[in-house]
């Protein structure tokens, strides 16, 4: 059976976000209220943990669900998209014109 949900690279990702907290599997393991032996199959992708327990473990490693299940945040591209607007909501016409002249530039090089 295929499945599109790649629990090992989601365990990667915990466990990359675990050891960046500079957390042991233990205290994960009992912030998130699960055995440390489970937490280290979800970590080695032996393990399909429910979208709960991911919600959990995203919550205990302060991260959004998103960068767990995907790698992207969206809480930064919010960030992103939010400070981009404001920049140009208050710029000028040919300030505009200048931002999109230089963003070209960058994406060109």
Do not use: W
């Not at 989601?10 to 205290?27: C, F, P, S, V, Y």
């Not at 489970?38 to 979208?51: A, D, F, M, Q």
């Not at 960030?79 to 963003?103: G, M, P």
Request: hydrophobic share 40%.
């Amino acid at each position: 059976m295929h499945t599109i949900i790649d629990y090992k690279l989601i365990g990667t990702r915990i466990r990359n976000r675990r050891k960046e907290l500079k957390l042991t599997q233990e205290e994960l393991a009992e912030k998130a209220q699960i055995t440390p032996f489970y937490l280290s199959k979800i970590e080695n992708g032996k393990s399909s943990p429910t979208l709960e327990t991911i919600a959990v473990l995203a919550n205990e490693l302060d991260t959004d669900l998103t960068t767990i299940i995907s790698g992207v945040s969206t809480i930064n591209n919010n960030y992103v998209d939010k400070r981009l607007s404001d920049i140009c909501n208050s710029a000028s016409d040919a300030q505009l014109d200048l931002i999109i002249k230089i963003s070209q530039l960058i994406l060109d090089a």
